[in-house]
């Protein structure tokens, strides 16, 4: 057996010990995710600052922030999550009572991507620990600073005989999927994410993946277009455009174009001032390689804004791109980086064609306050998600389940949506035996058929 096969059984050992099925155990360990974070924020943030640029507030914001968030979130309906839901129990099956029983999954394994290193790795793993299983969290090797603290931290402040990291790049994962886990939850690329359920197809492992895509958003002549623009501005360069659910090119009506680009520039500037590379609230590309596959998408456009590169400093201005062909690579793939490609439509059909024609994204945005449109669009699209006169803030409603469709993604976490995705619903009738209605034994007759058509 190799180390990593042992730590997978080590954590089943433990499973099958049932130490992790009380609730004070889960509230414990939740307990000690928050103690972590808040006794380490600031090493958390250099190590975030390390990878990526990040500030602290943008650290703050959308890592650990979100984090503890859910934290308390999943402490406070914690027990009502865990207590068997009743249903009802129609007449032939009386007298019984049904309900439904939320059990742990087992051993599952979280895979994260770099981009919200600490986000991504944790969030997951409080639905895991809130459902009562053991979890082997395998963060991203690229944001190795983030990586290598969350491989002190946690063996520090959580339980190892439930709770481990794995490190290391493709070979470590590709080892990692050969063994047996109860659920996969994968975030990350469309073409990982196809490695990931090939691998649990051998053992019939379920997976959450919550892949990217390009999420469209379209903003209508009569929004609020300084609003809107300053929202599709911080929405985009929000970690320099490397957000799951950033808005990944704009569609703006036609008449509307060129006042709203102008908006969109005023808000770049007054985030960063004239020289972003300057302003410490700007992050950084995460390497080299994202750097030059970002920096080469901003020739498929005309320049309305932005365009400087720095590859030393990894750095690519907030760029806006105008007369992009459809048919462009900066069209064809998940951007990923903060060049926003702005598209024009004439009616509103138009717009919601060409999304439609597009493969589903994680999320889609909509500018406007009228609701026939609101509606419209909603009624006539398919997304992950969805903001209405705002961008990516709909991931920070516990209430809502985030997920993808189609190729954005399958399966859904976050609060309630969390615990469901780590727990299998176990369907439980229990009768009695005092009363034994002999309609359903055989020898059958006429009459039987005639109550059983009367039952049923
Ligand atoms: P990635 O798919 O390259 O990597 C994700 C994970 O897979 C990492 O842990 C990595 O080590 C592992 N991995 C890499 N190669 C592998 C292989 N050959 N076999 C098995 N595992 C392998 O993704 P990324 O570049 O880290 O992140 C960017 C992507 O993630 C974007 O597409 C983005 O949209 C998506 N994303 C989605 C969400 C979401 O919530 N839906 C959030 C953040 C990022």
């Known amino acids: 057996m190799t180390q990593l096969s042992d730590s997978v059984a080590a954590l089943r050992s433990s ?26 924020e600031s090493a958390i943030n250099q190590a975030l600052h390390a990878d990526l640029g990040k500030s602290g507030f943008e650290a703050r914001m959308t890592e650990t922030g979100t984090v503890l968030s859910e934290i308390r979130h999943t ?9 068997p839901r009743k249903v009802s129990t129609p007449l032939a099956n009386q007298p019984g009572r049904s309900r439904i029983l939320p059990e742990p999954l087992g051993v599952v394994l979280i895979m994260s991507p770099w981009n919200y290193p600490v986000n991504l790795v944790l969030t997951p793993l409080i639905g895991a620990i809130a459902a009562g299983n053991c979890a082997v969290l395998k963060p991203s090797e690229i944001s190795s600073n983030t990586a290598e603290l ?9 339980d190892p005989d439930a709770i481990r990291v794995i490190q290391g790049g493709p070979e ?72 799951c659910i950033a808005p990944d090119y704009v569609l703006v009506q036609e008449k509307v174009r060129d006042a709203f680009i102008d908006q969109l520039r005023a808000s770049i500037e007054a985030f960063f001032g004239e020289d ?18 970002v920096a080469g998408l901003i020739a498929d456009g005309d320049i309305a804004a932005g365009g400087e590169t720095d590859r030393d400093i990894k750095f690519i201005a907030p760029t806006i791109l105008t007369g992009v062909d459809p048919e462009a690579k900066v069209m064809q793939q998940e951007i990923f980086g903060p060049v926003l490609p702005i598209m024009t439509y004439r009616s509103i059909d138009e717009a919601v064609g060409f999304i439609t024609a597009r493969p589903r994204p994680l999320a889609l945005y909509l500018f406007t306050n009228a609701q026939d449109i609101q509606d419209q669009v909603m009624a006539q699209t398919s997304s992950g998600g969805a903001c209405i006169n705002d961008v990516v803030m709909h991931l920070a409603i516990p209430e809502l389940p985030f997920g993808g469709v189609g190729t954005s993604g399958m399966g859904a976490y976050h609060g309630r949506a969390s615990f469901d995705t780590f727990s299998h619903a176990k369907a439980v009738l229990t009768k009695t035996s005092h009363l034994d209605v ?13 109550l059983l058509k009367w039952f049923q």
């Open 172 to 243: 470590t994962s590709t080892e990692l999927l050969e063994q047996r886990f109860d659920h996969i939850f994968f975030t990350g690329s469309e073409a990982i994410g196809k490695i990931v359920m090939t691998a649990a197809a051998k053992h019939l492992t379920p997976v959450t993946l919550e892949l990217g895509g390009k999420s469209p958003c379209i903003i209508h002549e009569d929004c609020d277009l300084e609003v809107a623009a300053r929202r599709v501005a911080w929405g985009k360069f929000l970690n320099a455009g490397q957000t």
């Open 276 to 293: 972003p590379k300057a302003s410490p609230d700007y992050p950084r590309i995460v390497n080299e390689r994202h750097f030059d596959r």
């Open 15 to 40: 499973f099958d010990t049932r130490k992790t099925r009380p609730e004070a155990w889960r509230r414990g360990q939740l307990q000690r995710l928050k103690a972590m974070i808040e006794e380490n």
């Open 75 to 83: 402490l406070s309906h914690l027990k009502g999550w865990m207590k």
């Open 438 to 450: 002999k309609l359903r034994y055989p020898p059958f007759s006429k009459i039987k058929l005639r």
């Open 150 to 158: 969350l491989g002190r931290l946690i063996p520090a402040y959580m």
